[in-house]
């Protein structure tokens, strides 16, 4: 089936270690995002990828890094320099021609600090 | 910031339609209303979007005033599976624009 597979579900990390979350498609969408969710709250752009080898930042970058070496990948890395990476972290794609184009969403991946 | 406002929350009685509403006085004219909808611990579900005309799929149908200052999104006939928060979001219609979040309308549906 097409869709967004994000992995592992849940993740834990100790302080002081970098994590890395994945994101692929099969929908060969050309953008993809990362949002962050805190509890009672909406979603936060992190970063998004309109194209490979292309990334820009989105309202809360710090801390976070990503690479689009491939159309169907667009990992998150949380870095130690992030202060609180307890959150949802979720990934999105979307065809970037064409109007109006939805996102689809994964189902998420719940970082939580030992 | 969101561009859109919604009410906190709202209940609706199993069998009935469920009419959640949205403002956005500062829509612009290439801007579609997109709804999408979470459910606890799940990634966000694409619903319905809209420009100007009124639009009706499987899920749920949007209702949009002439001016285009807000819209109604309805599920007609609530289930207890419709339980979730409700996102109303403006968007511009480049494909690659991303989406900005508000805190959306927590739909109870009641038995």
């Known amino acids: 089936d097409g869709g967004i597979t994000q992995s592992p579900k849940y993740l834990f990390r100790k302080e002081g270690q970098n994590v890395t979350l994945s994101c692929e498609q099969n929908?060969?969408?050309?953008?993809m995002y990362w949002y962050r969710q805190d509890p009672g709250q909406g979603l936060r752009l992190i970063y998004y990828?309109?194209?490979?080898?292309?990334?820009q930042k989105g309202d809360i970058a710090e801390g976070y890094s990503v690479s689009r070496e491939k159309k169907e990948s667009f990992p998150l890395t949380v870095t130690s320099a992030q202060k609180n990476p307890t959150a949802f972290y979720l990934c999105?794609?979307?065809?970037?021609?064409?109007?109006?184009?939805?996102?689809?969403f994964g189902d998420g991946t719940r970082l939580s600090i030992l | 910031d969101a561009k859109t406002t919604q009410p906190t929350s709202m209940d609706c009685a199993e069998g009935r339609a469920a009419n959640l509403p949205c403002n956005h006085s500062?829509?612009?004219?290439?801007?579609?209303v997109y709804w999408y909808r979470q459910i606890h611990s799940q990634g966000p579900q694409y619903i319905i979007h809209?420009?100007?005309n009124n639009e009706t799929n499987e899920m749920a149908s949007l209702i949009i005033t002439e001016d285009r200052k807000s819209s109604t999104l309805i599920l007609p006939h609530a289930t207890l599976r419709d339980t979730a928060v409700y996102y109303c979001?403006?968007?511009?219609?480049?494909?690659?624009?991303?989406?900005?979040f508000g805190k959306g309308t927590r739909l109870s549906v009641i038995a």
């Open positions: 999105a794609s979307s065809q970037q021609q064409g109007a109006a184009q939805p996102q689809h």
């Open positions: 929908l060969n969408h050309d953008a």
């Open positions: 990828s309109q194209i490979v080898n292309d990334f």
């Open positions: 500062t829509i612009s004219g290439n801007e579609y």
């Open positions: 809209g420009l100007k």
């Open positions: 979001i403006v968007r511009g219609n480049s494909g690659n624009t991303p989406l900005v």
